[in-house]
C-alpha cells in the first residue's frame, strides 16, 4: 500500500559512496527487498559497471540487452531497460560493463549530468507505479555518481565501520553541497548507515560513536551488521530477506527500511 502523504512520482534516492566494498550494492537489494515487504514498489537502477545488484537479483548478463548504458547514452524508453525481479515489487534496470565506458562518452553531452535525471521523468515512469526508486553507484564519484545525484531526491550513504571510514565522508559532502548549489537544489543526506559493524569489536563501537559525534542525527539509528547470511545470498541471487528471513541481516534491513520510510526528507522534483 502507497504512502497517501507522499508526494506523486516516486523518491529517488542515489545509494553512493565513492569507496568500495562498503555495502552499497548489498544496501540497494536488501533495503529495496525491505521496502517492498513494507508494500512499496521499488526499482533498482545499477549503474555500477560491475552489475553486482543486476547479478545478486537474478539477471543473468545474457539477459542485459538493454541497460542503463542504453538508457543513458542510446535514449531507450524506460520500458526496454526495466525488468521484472523474481520478488513481485522489485524491479530492476540492469547493467553490464558497457558502462564502464559511460563517463567518457558522457563527456562530450551536452546534458551530461542530467541524462539519468531525463530518463528516470519519462512519462512512462507512471506505469510501473513506483514507490521508491534506489540508484546503486559506482565506488567513485565521476559522472556517473554524478548523475545519480541529479536525478535523486536524497544520497543515502554506506559507511563500513573500520579505520578511515570517515576520511573520504568530506569529499562526498562536498560534491553533495556542490550540485545543491548547481544542477539539483533539492538535494538532500537522506542520511548515513553505518555497515559491517561488530559491536563486540572496540574499532567497530568507535567508528559509531565518531559518526554519530560528528553527523548526529544523520546518523541512522539502525546499523547494519556483520553477517555470514548477508554475504552468502548474492551467491544464491536472492536479498537476504529470502534467503534467511529470520537472519539478523534481514532484521536490519527492515529496521532500515521502516526507519527511512519516516523520513522527513522530501521527494520533490
Do not use: W
Not at 560513536?209 to 554475504?231: E, H, M, W
Request: glycine share 6%; hydrophobic share 40%; net charge negative.
Amino acid at each position: 500500500m502507497s504512502d497517501p502523504t507522499r508526494p506523486a512520482g516516486p523518491k529517488i534516492v542515489a545509494i553512493a559512496n565513492q569507496k568500495g566494498g562498503v555495502g552499497k550494492t548489498t544496501t540497494a537489494i536488501n533495503l529495496a527487498a525491505a521496502l517492498v515487504e513494507e508494500g512499496r514498489r521499488v526499482l533498482i537502477v545499477d549503474t555500477d559497471p560491475q552489475g553486482n545488484a543486476s547479478t545478486g537479483l537474478g539477471i543473468e548478463a545474457e539477459q542485459r540487452t538493454h541497460t542503463t548504458y542504453d538508457l543513458l547514452l542510446e535514449d531507450a524508453p524506460l520500458q526496454e531497460v526495466i525488468r521484472p525481479t523474481s520478488i513481485d515489487g522489485l524491479l530492476i534496470a540492469p547493467a553490464t560493463t558497457d558502462l564502464s565506458s559511460a563517463d567518457i562518452e558522457m563527456v562530450s553531452t551536452e546534458k551530461r549530468s542530467f541524462l539519468l535525471h531525463d530518463a528516470l521523468r519519462q512519462p512512462a515512469i507512471d506505469d510501473y507505479r513506483l514507490d521508491y526508486v534506489l540508484i546503486d553507484c559506482p565506488p567513485a564519484l565521476g559522472l556517473l555518481t554524478v548523475n545519480a545525484m541529479v536525478a535523486a531526491h536524497s544520497v543515502l550513504v554506506p559507511l563500513q565501520s573500520e579505520f578511515f571510514a570517515l576520511e573520504g565522508l568530506s569529499q562526498l559532502m562536498l560534491t553533495v553541497r556542490e550540485l545543491r548549489q548547481s544542477a539539483n537544489p533539492g538535494l538532500r543526506i537522506e542520511g548515513v548507515v553505518l555497515t559491517m559493524a561488530d559491536r563486540r569489536n572496540n574499532l567497530s563501537q568507535q567508528v559509531e560513536n565518531d559518526a554519530r559525534a560528528y553527523l548526529g542525527d544523520l546518523v541512522f539509528q539502525t546499523v547494519i551488521p556483520r553477517n555470514v547470511r548477508l554475504s552468502e545470498a548474492p551467491s544464491f541471487a536472492m536479498p537476504v530477506l529470502e534467503y534467511d528471513p529470520a537472519s539478523k541481516g534481514s532484521q536490519a534491513y527492515r529496521a532500515l527500511a521502516r526507519e527511512m520510510l519516516k523520513s522527513k526528507v522530501p521527494a520533490t522534483a
